[in-house]
């Protein structure tokens, strides 16, 4: 299932609205935990999974490591995971997944079949959302200095420069440059603009210590230096916050983050925050991002009773009445969503021509994230160069991919 695909039928899917149903349908006496990440969109989705009542939710971005051991638990320790093609395939490799035809068959006729992810002939998980980046920007303070929303990160620099000397904000971009993960898939992003998906070869090995991986990674490294200090330290939450506290003027953010620059329970920017697509690393290229859908799967260690609770759960979660009172909580797959001003972003990031890659739902680029999270933040402190800190990727990548079985 290509996740260009799906966000392209998302936008389809906005001219449509179906039908809203009143709560739950039925009433689940089977006690259903669900383990997510713990933003926005999952949020409302396990919320209106809540109303049929005898469901626990645990919102924890942490969820990637936990998610594993507790789906290989006999019983497993949730009954529902939620996932993305970031996060879908230590399950896949684990085989602990429930192929889930048989319950769309029962209970899932109205899903869109870009909901249905599927491996081989097996329905493996149901997409609720898909995500990009997208820049994120303080529309009013653009205006104000006459800026326009850069389209390439040669632009993005420059403004950036201009809001410095403005004294305007604490400081000009923000990103999610944490240590492991998330600087991983900064890097990803980068990567992904100047040559593609190639990170792995055809047989295998790895192919990112290259000109394209550092040029990736100086780039990177220029970003952070409009950033807050403890850039090491910021994730997407962080991110979020600064936006929301007026702290920063821009970022390239998860399109799933954006709308809460309009919670006027925690923002102080609301209405002033607009969107833009994801520039370019480099004139000519894709955009600094990568194509993702969220969703949700069930484990196979657990009874065929509470399989087909939590899937009935999730589907009344996931359904028309759900996007129209969170309409702008993600890009959502079911009827009913239309995209505001805060997803504009995200529909010019696909839309642009080459347009962004699918993040790899395989094994090896799950290895690949992994090695590059462990060694790049070396480049960043000073203890390694470009080359060095994606030679000790590499060599961890082989280390690894042999353990597994990926390389001889």
Known sequence: MKSRSLLVAAVLAALVSGPASAGCSFRNDVPIKILSAAFEAWKAATSAMAECGNVTA??????????????????ALYQIGGVSNTTIAPLLNQNTIRPLNDLVEK??????????????DDIVAIAMMVNTQELAYRKDIFDELGLEAPKTYDELFEVAEQIRQSGKVDYPLGGMTMSGWNMALEWINFYA??????YVNPDGTPNFNNENGIKALELLKRATEYMDPEYLVSDSTFVQQQMQQGKIAMANIWASRAGAMDDEAESRVVGKVHTAASPLAAEGGRPVATLYWDGIVIPKNISDE???????????????????????DAVWLMDGYRPGRLAEGAVATASI??????Y???MEMGLVHSAIGNQISAFFTGAASAEAALAAAEEEYRTAAREAGLLH
């Open 58 to 75: 645990s919102m924890d971005q942490e969820f990637r490591t936990k998610l594993p051991a507790a789906f290989a638990a006999k019983p």
């Open 107 to 120: 209970y899932g006729q109205h899903l869109k079949p870009n909901q249905l992810i599927r491996i081989g």
């Open 353 to 358: 021509k080459p347009g962004p890659v699918s």
């Open 306 to 328: 509470a399989a087909e609770a939590a899937f009935r759960v999730a589907m009344e979660g996931l359904d028309t009445e759900m996007v129209l009172a969170h309409n702008d």
């Open 360 to 362: 790899p739902m395989t």
């Open 193 to 198: 603009s100047l040559a593609g998906d190639g």
